[in-house]
Nanobody, 116 residues
Framework: QVQLVESGGGLVQPGGSLTLSCAAS????????MGWYRQAPGKQRELVAVITSGIIRYGSSVKGRFTISRDNAKNTTYLQMSSLKPEDTAVYYCTSGPWPNAYEYWGQGTQVTVSS
């Protein structure tokens, strides 16, 4: 079992930056890939980024603007978001699981709203 707790969501203006954090706990948390997905109202869930042992995947809509990183000592994953757009508004979920999707365990989600 893996438990995931997200933090760092909120309201930000277009063009701004925000960093999300996800703390993982559990016996297999350290060996699984970690990821971020998002879901906007009325839209399908979308890959944001997944990371494992130095390998990273990004969704096409965030590539070049978002950066995922992982602190293995703290079992914490970060998502640095910059040049934010209104279309980035969504609930962001931290995930954990086997590479390449990290789709097995999910956090409760944190709201990110990009608006002026």
């Amino acid at each position: 079992q893996v438990q995931l707790v997200e933090s760092g969501g909120g309201l930000v203006q277009p063009g701004g930056s925000l960093t999300l954090s996800c703390a993982a706990s559990g016996s297999i948390a350290s060996i699984y890939a970690m990821g971020w997905y998002r879901q906007a109202p009325g839209k399908q869930r979308e890959l944001v980024a997944v990371i494992t042992s130095g390998i990273i995947r990004y969704g096409s809509s965030v590539k070049g603007r978002f950066t995922i990183s992982r602190d293995n000592a703290k079992n914490t994953t970060y998502l640095q978001m910059s040049s934010l757009k209104p279309e980035d508004t969504a609930v962001y979920y931290c995930t954990s699981g086997p590479w390449p999707n990290a789709y097995e365990y999910w956090g409760q989600g944190t709201q990110v709203t990009v608006s002026s």
